[in-house]
């Protein structure tokens, strides 16, 4: 068994949610009593958010690969970091990094490419919508990547930032994503939406906006988290 390091705090919600699911996933796969080992290292997501403002990606890397370092020290075998929006200096963090790190944005494009889809939505903060890492990754595994406007970029990132990240879930705001949702698959013709922001679970989980199915990044991400926990 390996003992697996999450990098978190990016967002606090969400490393709940992690911290929750690896857990099930694992006394799921192992029905005998036990329970897995992992670290987690609940870093600064104000620090590391003004970095990505200010396109200060070099240090963004730099600041991740310390938080890795201690990980790697402490005992983790492998790495992951449980949120989206950092996976935008993930390349370069991978190439520096003194453990394997898992990624959610690979881990979610093979979800998508082993139901079928090739014409996916994607919801997230602003960065990780208009960043490329989601768009690269999928285009080589052939699936096109669609996203709301400005516009409704702009209203997503905000109540992301002023409402999910802290725990708040609005019914009005849980409507107005679907709604944006619904556009995506009416106007732009997706089949399936990527949740690639790890606290959108927590407003869109179990919801099927349009009949199309929702990729729970999070989720999937626990799950290859828990496979390579549980890998000899």
């Given at each position: 068994m390996?003992?697996?390091?999450?990098?978190?705090?990016?967002?606090?919600?969400?490393?709940?949610?992690?911290?929750?699911l690896?857990?099930?996933?694992?006394?799921?796969?192992?029905p005998?009593?036990?329970?897995?080992?992992?670290?987690?290292?609940?870093?600064?997501?104000?620090?590391?958010?003004?970095?990505?403002?200010?396109?200060?990606?070099?240090?963004?890397?730099?600041?991740?690969?310390?938080?890795?370092?201690?990980?790697?020290?402490?005992?983790a075998?492998?790495?992951?970091?449980?949120?989206?929006?950092?996976?935008?200096?993930?390349?370069?963090?991978?190439?520096?990094?003194?453990?394997p790190?898992?990624?959610?944005v690979?881990?979610?494009?093979e979800?998508?490419?082993?139901?079928?889809?090739?014409?996916?939505?994607?919801l997230g903060?602003?960065?990780?919508?208009?960043?490329?890492?989601y768009?690269?990754?999928?285009?080589?595994?052939?699936?096109?990547?669609?996203?709301?406007t400005?516009?409704?970029?702009?209203?997503?990132?905000?109540?992301?930032?002023?409402?999910?990240?802290?725990?708040?879930?609005?019914?009005?705001?849980?409507?107005?994503?679907?709604?944006?949702?619904?556009?995506?698959?009416e106007?732009?013709?997706?089949?399936?939406?990527i949740?690639?922001?790890?606290?959108?679970?927590?407003?869109?989980?179990?919801?099927?906006?349009?009949?199309?199915?929702?990729?729970?990044?999070?989720?999937i991400h626990?799950?290859?988290?828990?496979?390579?926990?549980?890998?000899?």
């Amino acid at each position: 068994m390996k003992t697996a390091g999450i990098i978190g705090g990016i967002g606090p919600e969400s490393t709940i949610e992690y911290y929750r699911l690896i857990i099930a996933a694992y006394r799921q796969q192992k029905p005998d009593g036990s329970y897995p080992s992992f670290l987690i290292n609940s870093i600064d997501m104000t620090k590391m958010l003004d970095l990505i403002e200010a396109n200060e990606l070099v240090a963004v890397t730099e600041y991740l690969l310390r938080e890795v370092q201690k990980l790697a020290k402490a005992g983790a075998d492998f790495g992951a970091l449980a949120s989206n929006t950092p996976h935008l200096v993930f390349d370069a963090l991978r190439r520096q990094s003194p453990i394997p790190l898992v990624s959610i944005v690979e881990t979610a494009c093979e979800a998508v490419k082993a139901i079928g889809l090739k014409r996916v939505g994607l919801l997230g903060t602003r960065f990780t919508m208009q960043g490329r890492f989601y768009a690269d990754v999928f285009s080589r595994a052939g699936i096109t990547l669609v996203v709301p406007t400005m516009d409704e970029q702009a209203y997503i990132h905000s109540k992301y930032m002023s409402e999910l990240v802290k725990g708040l879930v609005l019914a009005e705001t849980r409507e107005r994503l679907l709604a944006i949702v619904d556009r995506l698959t009416e106007n732009e013709g997706i089949s399936g939406l990527i949740l690639g922001g790890t606290e959108l679970p927590m407003i869109l989980g179990g919801a099927t906006g349009a009949g199309i199915p929702f990729m729970d990044t999070t989720r999937i991400h626990v799950e290859r988290i828990v496979a390579q926990i549980l890998s000899p």
